[in-house]
């Protein structure tokens, strides 16, 4: 038995290495099939392809990871809320796995340590952080099925971080939020998006936001999304006891 141990042990050392054991350790469990969760952090960059000449990419890990996530998101807020109505249920689940939501799930987890790229981590914007976050949930389904990638879901996403009481004041969108109220109260606004290089070639972009022909807020980012956002939430605070009668 002792012989047998230590053959079984030396046989799956070069198999357990450093990856093995960190990702059971946010698992939670111990994966069959390890190439899964290594194609869950592998960049298009790599150019790597299977045997038949398929890429091997996180990306449809992605897509399948993003379908888990709301099923079982979905299927949380049907049964916790059961007064919620469709309106009500679709928003609070776009809450839950916003990208905002998302990235910072994946930041905590550190999972970014795990990916094999050819371009430098630091060239990657946030979203890398929620697009393999989605990729992990993926391997997982593929590897165990759906019973283990909802319980990682509860343990890892729904227990530490769903509050429907807190998420229900939470706002997703300032834009959004901004947009409706000026249309509801009939007032004009106008987003003058201009490129801003700012300092040493970083691209940026600076916003003025106007409400009834009038200045209320600047910002300027690393998108024009995100420059029109920020100075949506600016604009939001300084209107906000208006907004929220």
Known sequence: ????????????TPVVGTFFAEITEILGFEPNDISS??????????????????PINFERLEFLGDAMLSAVIAAHLFSKVPTGDEGYLTKMRSKIVSREHLNELGRDLNLVRFMESKIPLSNFGDNIHGNIFEALVGAIYLDKGYAYCENFIQ???????????????????????LIEWCQKHKKSFHYDVFEDNGIDGQ??????????????????????????EKASQRAYFAFQEKINK
């Open 1 to 12: 038995m002792r012989i047998f141990r230590r053959i079984f042990t030396k046989s799956r």
């Open 37 to 54: 969760y290594h194609k869950a952090f592998t960049h298009r960059s790599s150019n790597k392809s299977d045997e038949s000449g398929i």
């Open 155 to 177: 343990k890892r996403v729904i227990i530490p971080y769903v509050d429907i009481t807190r998420l229900e004041g939470k706002i997703t969108s300032y834009k959004s939020l």
């Open 203 to 228: 691209r940026f972009y600076g916003v003025r936001l106007s409400i009834d022909k009038k200045v209320i807020a600047k910002a300027r980012a690393t998108s024009k999304k995100k420059a029109e």
